[in-house]
């Protein structure tokens, strides 16, 4: 984490980018092998269990690396009130992606596990977009904050003369 906490250092969003990357293939692998390859009826791929072990694992990282966000990232942007509208988007698709990923392996019934599956898949799918668009209006507003300050320390210079 950077010391004003808004933009990660390099490490952190190697570890960002690389686990949501891995969540993201290994699921979409997953979602391939079962729906895309033709078997016949209660077969599996035999690379599908692969890709969901591997999916599982990539999103307990995933919760790791959420995590170290909480206290610095999240909370100093925040206080700042920087990229509050699609922070507060981008938790909550993480929290649903969470609890649809713990109801698919817990939870009872076919019809709630059918709903529960495709409601993960589809913000599953859509993640990437939302953690592009979050990146890029916190540069944005990042920019527009600097460009104030500028203008004020010129302003200020400008006064003093």
Known sequence: ????GMKLSRR???????????VFVSGLAGLIFHYGFPKGEDQVHPLEP????VHGAAAMLVLIILGTLIPAHIKKGWKAGL??????????VNLILIITGYLLYYAG???????????????????????????????????????????????????QK
Do not use: C
Request: hydrophobic share 40%; aromatic share 12%; net charge positive.
């Open 83 to 92: 990229n509050r509208r699609n922070g507060v988007i981008l938790i909550s």
């Open 12 to 22: 952190h969003r190697t570890w960002f980018y690389t686990s949501f990357i891995l």
């Open 109 to 159: 019934g076919e019809t709630f596990r059918f709903i529960s599956s495709w409601i993960h898949i589809v913000i599953g799918l859509l993640l990437p977009g939302f953690i592009i668009w979050h990146v890029r209006e916190g540069r944005r507003e990042r920019k527009k904050l600097r460009h104030k300050q500028h203008r004020i320390q010129d302003n200020s210079h400008s006064s």
């Open 1 to 4: 984490m950077r010391p004003n």
């Open 50 to 53: 692969w890709a969901l072990k």
